[in-house]
């Protein structure tokens, strides 16, 4: 699972959404961050800034059920997404969604709010 805070991760999730499909998506009882469910092995190469990569320990079932990471509830279910993420897929919307928030930041600035 690739956690992010929850800013880029709606970002990602909309960009996702709007150009290949999103898999599932999950969101901590905070709000603080979204986690995108990966394929097994992807923790290996990933090398995000601003990410994290961690290992689940239950498989997502085909039904959304319980998530497979206590303290959490789905934003995007398994039974209404792909299978899971497609990491290189995700790390290009993450990345967009990253440059979308500084951009926005940046004209939010410059507007003295």
């Known amino acids: 699972m690739v956690t992010v805070p929850s800013r880029q991760g709606l970002e990602a999730v909309d960009i996702l959404r709007l150009r290949t499909g999103v898999g599932p998506v999950l969101h901590d009882a905070s709000g ?10 992807t923790a290996v190469d990933w090398d995000l800034p601003g990410s994290a990569c961690i290992q689940t320990h239950r498989r997502v079932r ?10 959490t509830c789905w934003l995007v279910a398994p039974e209404h997404s792909n299978p899971v993420n497609d990491p290189t897929l995700l790390r290009l919307a993450l990345g967009e969604a990253a440059r979308t928030i500084r951009a ?3 004209i939010q600035a410059a507007d003295g709010r």
Not at 62 to 71: E, K, L, N, T, W
Request: aromatic share 4%.
């Open 32 to 41: 603080g961050t979204l986690g995108f469910l990966v394929p097994a092995g």
């Open 62 to 71: 085909a039904a959304a059920g319980d998530p497979p990471v206590s303290g």
């Open 104 to 106: 926005a930041e940046g």
